[in-house]
Structures are given as structure tokens and as C-alpha cells.
């Protein structure tokens, strides 16, 4: 894969070293053009960074080595953990994003995508369950890279999973059950539920982003939990 460097600053020692590796995390930019968003991702007054940026046409940059930590996760917490960027690998993918005009991901981009995440993946030992979206990690105040990313057809090429489970299949809503759902997986459910559930379903259920707790997103909850169990 050809990959363009472009060094930010924003970026320091990894606490754990690269040892510490075990999320992978995917983001859309969510600014008005790739430039706008490698200048903010490279301006030492931002402070935020990320080790990849995807452009629409497919093109790779590498802001920030592997082994190095970038500030991409921000506030977050997944599956018992707060300082995700001590052990993650943050890859931005530019898009637009609900602010200025959200828009599927072009074919050559999402080509590079599965590319990039591949071999992140073959370099360091994340499991499936940890490889999520930045509004999996923070439901409360993020959406990306939201309901038009393709998760599924990642987890078909082995980033990811998705669970084994028909879209019509149905589950007696169950808030308890639920919520002991969402946290197995590794949201966090100190949220009010319509906010972690819609951060679920932009991930699990795209076509029913809705926030409500109904037969279709039990059985998906109870569906997701069951593959993610190691």
C-alpha cells in the first residue's frame, strides 16, 4: 500500500508501548474538505491527531506512527477502559459528516479502508470486538463514522464482526436485559438508553437508527453480544 507521510505533532510516547495495542478505531473527518481536516489534524493548537487519514479517492496518510499514541478518541470508554488513546489505533476517514452534508463512502476509499485496517490488524492482536466507530466510544457526544458506513461488509472481510442474525428477527424488549447487553459488548450505559442504543444501531442496525428499545434492536443486542463473546 502506498502511504504518504505527513507527520503531525500532535502525538507523544505510547504508555504500554506498542505492546498496549488492542483497539482499532474509525472515524469520519466531518469537516468541508480532506485538506481542512490533515491541517486541523497537523496544527499544534488543536492538540488532536490521528495516525491515518483516508481520502475519498483512496489516498493514505500517515499522520502518526503505530507505536506512537495519537489524540484522536477524546472523552470515551469501551468495554471497562476511559484513556482509549493509550490503546488504540485511530484511522479518520474523510466525509463530510451529518454537519456538512453526510454522504455514502465511495468504493476506492472504502477499498483502502479494509486495505488499512487489514493490516493493522495482521501487525497487532485486536480482537473483533475492538474494532468500533468513535460514536461507539462516546454515544453521547459523537456520530461518526455514522449509519452510511458500511460495517457489515467490513466485518465480511474480517475487520470486525457482525452477528449472525436475521434483520427481522425479534426479542420482547427488555430495559435490564438491554442494558446488560450494551455493556457486555462495551458501551458505556451511564447515558440515558436512547443515546447508547442509537449509538448501537448506527453501528449494528443502520436502517433503524431510531434510539427506541424495540423487538427488532432486543433480538440485534442479544444477536451482538452472543459474537462478541470471545
Known amino acids: 500500500m502506498d502511504i ?3 507527520p503531525s505533532p500532535n502525538q507523544d510516547d505510547r504508555p504500554g508501548g506498542p505492546a498496549a495495542i488492542d483497539m482499532l478505531m474509525l472515524h469520519y473527518t466531518g469537516m468541508q474538505s480532506a485538506q481542512a481536516a490533515i491541517d486541523r489534524l ?19 496518510f500517515r499522520l502518526v506512527a503505530e507505536q506512537r499514541r495519537a489524540f484522536h478518541a477524546g472523552i470515551s470508554y469501551w468495554r471497562g477502559r476511559r484513556v482509549l ?5 485511530g484511522i479518520e476517514i474523510v466525509n463530510p459528516g451529518h454537519e456538512w452534508g453526510y454522504r455514502p463512502f465511495p468504493a476506492p476509499q472504502m477499498a483502502q479502508v479494509v ?20 460514536s461507539d466510544v462516546a454515544p453521547n457526544r459523537k456520530q461518526d463514522p455514522g449509519e452510511l458506513f458500511p460495517w457489515r461488509d467490513l466485518a465480511s472481510k474480517g475487520v470486525g ?33 436512547d443515546i447508547v442504543l442509537t449509538a448501537f444501531q448506527r453501528h449494528f442496525m443502520p436502517a433503524r437508527v431510531s434510539g427506541q428499545l424495540d423487538p427488532f434492536t432486543m ?3 442479544l444477536a451482538v453480544n452472543r459474537a462478541g463473546t470471545p
Do not use: M
Not at 486495505?115 to 468513535?134: E, F, K, S, T
Not at 457482525?162 to 458505556?188: F, K, N, V
Open 4 to 6: 504518504i507521510d505527513l
Open 161 to 193: 464482526f457482525w452477528p449472525d442474525a436475521r434483520d427481522d428477527d425479534e426479542a420482547p424488549p427488555d430495559e435490564a436485559a438491554a442494558r446488560a447487553a450494551l455493556e457486555a459488548i462495551g458501551y458505556s450505559t451511564e447515558f440515558p438508553l
Open 42 to 60: 497537523r496544527d499544534p493548537e488543536a492538540k488532536v491527531s490521528s495516525h491515518y487519514v483516508v481520502d475519498e479517492d483512496g489516498t493514505v
Open 219 to 221: 433480538a440485534r443486542l
Open 85 to 89: 488513546n493509550d490503546c488504540s489505533i
Open 115 to 134: 486495505r488499512l485496517c487489514q493490516g493493522i490488524l495482521a501487525r497487532h492482536a485486536i480482537p473483533a470486538r475492538n474494532v468500533v466507530g468513535h
